[in-house]
């Protein structure tokens, strides 16, 4: 109403100006001084209720995600970085006599080496149980993601796979000797076993006994020159093209924790199920390849 009232009072201003009947039945000399300060006064009040409105969208707006942010948390979901899981794997091995831990993932590089430095500082505790187990996929096997690209068609990248499977062992062979090391120093028994499924590494997964979940994708394909070459027994122009890899380190892991609720119970007991579904179908970790060449330099998971 306002506005209609400011644009009547401009409209008369502005004919008593120009005309002579109208004028004089206003009188005075300030028809366009008047006309201009109504015009002036519509624009103020467009422009204070159009920062009006906009203030009201922004906290809207800010209400909304608040709301939404506070049902998230109702369901017991959180996102964390990958860096996130060392403290974590930290809780566990320090708060419980029993750690089982199990890792669905690429190498196991964003998991191996922080176990194994956890693991061996470890106070003593002659009673402690860890188990780690760790389910990658088989390198030993030809795959198109990760692969390489030759006129833009995914292909087998068999110099990579190599690489691949030969760190695997690695980190493996790090676990493995800390089974050791942990029983000469009176830490616990620790277990470890990697095993292989035919699979192409989307899902990254990790579970630290039954009350914790944390679970993201390799979210990040990247195309790069292929260091490393053609595989064992192949001939050297089979090792060219570009590579297509893919990168998670920086991804976000959703994690679910037993103490938030059923929902989160739920989330719990589906993935573990998930994970023990495909172990029991995989099969142990063979060297393969591992030892038919020099890794090329390191990549980051």
Do not use: C
């Amino acid at each position: 109403m306002s506005k209609i009232v400011l644009l009547a009072v401009f409209a008369l201003n502005l004919v008593a100006a120009f005309v002579k009947p109208v004028g004089d039945a206003l009188q005075g000399n300030i028809y366009i001084g008047g006309a201009l300060l109504s015009l002036l006064g519509f624009l103020l009040y467009n422009e204070v209720h159009r920062l009006n409105s906009a203030h009201k969208t922004q906290q809207e707006l800010r209400d909304t995600v608040s709301r939404l942010s506070q049902q998230v948390a109702e369901l017991g979901v959180a996102q964390v970085t990958p860096n996130d899981l060392e403290e974590e794997f930290r809780s566990a091995l320090w708060g419980r006599k029993n750690v089982q831990i199990a890792v669905l993932g690429f190498t196991g590089e964003t998991a191996a080496p922080k176990l194994k430095e956890l693991l061996n500082g470890l106070p003593e505790d002659g009673q402690r149980t860890v188990s780690l187990r760790f389910l990658l996929p088989d390198f030993t096997k030809r795959t198109e993601v990760p692969g390489l690209l030759r006129e833009g068609r995914a292909g087998d990248a068999a110099g990579f796979r190599a690489y691949l499977t030969h760190k695997i062992s690695g980190y493996e062979a790090d676990l493995q000797e800390m089974t050791g090391r942990m029983r000469h120093n009176n830490q616990g028994i620790l277990t470890v076993e990697f095993r292989v499924l035919h699979m192409t590494p989307i899902l990254k997964l990790y579970l630290i006994n039954d009350d914790r979940v944390f679970e993201g994708i390799y979210d990040t394909p990247v195309k790069r020159p292929n260091p490393y070459g053609p595989g064992p027994g192949q001939d050297t122009g089979e090792g060219d093209g570009e590579l297509l890899d893919l990168i998670g380190h920086d991804s976000l892991l959703t994690r679910w924790q037993g103490r938030d609720g059923a929902q989160a119970q739920e989330m719990i007991r589906r993935r573990r199920r998930f994970f023990d579904t495909l172990w029991d179908a995989a099969h142990p970790l063979t060297a393969g390849s591992s030892n038919s060449r020099v890794p090329a330099p390191q990549r980051r998971e």
